[in-house]
């Protein structure tokens, strides 16, 4: 069997509605497929949002035990998860395309080259990532329309939401992300720190150079004395939240945060502040409006 050509679509996190940055690892390959006649599988929840946001048909979506399928995928088969799906079950679909975060591009694209299938790595580590990717997947799939429907709505709101804080000073927030055990430092290249700065936050560790997270110990985050620490969770939220507690009564250099002192700590509801891009951002950035602007209900650390 003559082996399928590997296409990998990696989109530029700036929307851009005149084009779409890309990598075409096979320049020949660039025609746009019909809607009607392309199979694609979806690997993550944010995919499988976009998807049914763009009206695609899939055949085959993620399974997540914390996050709902749309009603158009409830009988599509399911692949595995988004960070290990199932190879077996991707090959028996026959896709003509997977589609999955770039996050995990460096694991996945080697396993499915292996398995002889096309992929496409959607650029979720922002909004505005998200909303150019969305521009590229309806270029491709001839959904051009609902694409540019979206955008508009993406450029309405942030009008919106931005001219409420104009004025206001930026608060300097130190973001953590939390691990079962342990936590690391998200920058503002994180999906949650693109957030914090949508929403007119000053990450104290800027956007770390391109990476995502940093690891960074307490007394260099003591430096950058943050106005406040917002505390995020990767996976297990609600361990992560009995884990950073813990990690805050008992690690003596955190009473000496005047974000501590103050009761400026916050937890981030995970179902709104996770890995990837999706369309709860505006319920995300109304809920960080009142904490980074001196609304926030106190919390002890």
Known sequence: MKPRRLLSLCLAGMLALSATGCVNQHPEQTADDGSDQVRIVATSPAAVDICDKLELDLVGVCSSTLSTIPERYQDVTTVGTAMSPDLEILKSLNPDYVISPNSLQSDLQPKYASIEVNSLFLN????????????GLGEKFDREEQAQALVEEYQQFMEEYRSQNEGKESPTVLVLMGLPGSYIVATESSYVGNLVKLAGGVNVYGDGDGQ?????????????????????AHALPE?????????????????????????????????LFGMSAKFNYPDALEELQPLLYGEGIKQNP
């Open 124 to 135: 979720l580590r922002s909004v505005e990532g998200m909303y150019a990717s969305i521009e």
């Open 212 to 232: 995502e997270f940093l690891t960074a110990n307490t007394e260099d985050m003591k430096t950058k004395e943050p106005d406040i620490i917002l505390r995020a």
């Open 239 to 271: 361990d992560v939240v009995e884990m950073f507690q813990d990690e805050f009564e008992t690690n003596d250099i955190w009473k000496h945060f005047e974000a501590v002192q103050e009761g400026r700590v916050y937890d981030l509801p995970y179902d």
